[in-house]
């Protein structure tokens, strides 16, 4: 398989973009892998790239979105951080890739037990995760159930879930309304912006529809 290129980027609609990464991670939950050469893409963008696709995941080492989606070098953005949220150098580096280098699809990936909205729910404390957990702890408010303290916690694996969904939407308002131009793209039908959740038991992704 080889590298995308100018040509075959700018034929993949925000719709086909999303349908190759549901693809790709059914072949990854089947085995089945593409047939690729990663050195050979390596040759095949030495003098540019043309990815389709950009993907904000969590840090976590299992959600590597290169590997779960069955995508090669040069086929997708991947912006890592915990807790999969945004701040003005993501929302920059998503802009990037999508209004000048031609991305057509914007993926907010969590993922199930994630560690950052485990955090979040126990109002963890240490160093510099203190203020990364805060941008976490909106959903944590949003998500109204249970009521009882003592449920909303780390330890129910339920509600760390939902404030994982919860997460991924709020993020997706967050980029609408702090980034002009991903708004505009997306209004003219230039891009899409979707969220999904990983489940880290059978490495399947469902996206929001």
Do not use: W
């Amino acid at each position: 398989m080889k590298a995308h290129t100018q040509e075959t980027q700018a034929a993949i609609t925000p719709q086909i973009a999303l349908d190759l990464l549901r693809e790709g991670n059914q072949r990854f939950q089947k085995k089945h892998m593409a047939d690729r050469d990663l050195l050979d893409q390596v040759s095949d963008t030495k003098g540019g790239q043309y990815p389709f696709a950009t993907i904000l995941s969590c840090i976590d080492s299992r959600v590597s979105s290169e590997l779960i989606f069955d995508q090669g070098i040069g086929d997708i953005f991947s912006a890592r951080v915990a807790g999969n949220f945004v701040n003005e150098d993501i929302l920059g580096s998503m802009e990037f890739a999508c209004k000048l280098a031609g991305t057509k699809l914007v993926v907010v990936l969590g993922h199930t037990a994630c560690g950052a909205v485990k955090g979040a729910c126990d109002d963890a404390k240490l160093g510099n995760l203190t203020a990364l957990l805060s941008k976490i702890k909106p959903a944590v408010s949003a998500v109204t159930e249970p009521a009882d303290p003592a449920e909303r916690t780390s330890k129910n694996i339920e509600f760390v879930n939902n404030v994982a969904v919860k997460n991924v939407n709020l993020t997706i308002d967050n980029i609408r309304s702090q980034s002009e131009v991903l708004k505009e793209m997306e209004a003219n039908n230039e891009i899409k912006i979707i969220g999904g959740m990983y489940d880290i038991s059978d490495g399947s992704v469902t996206f929001f529809e």
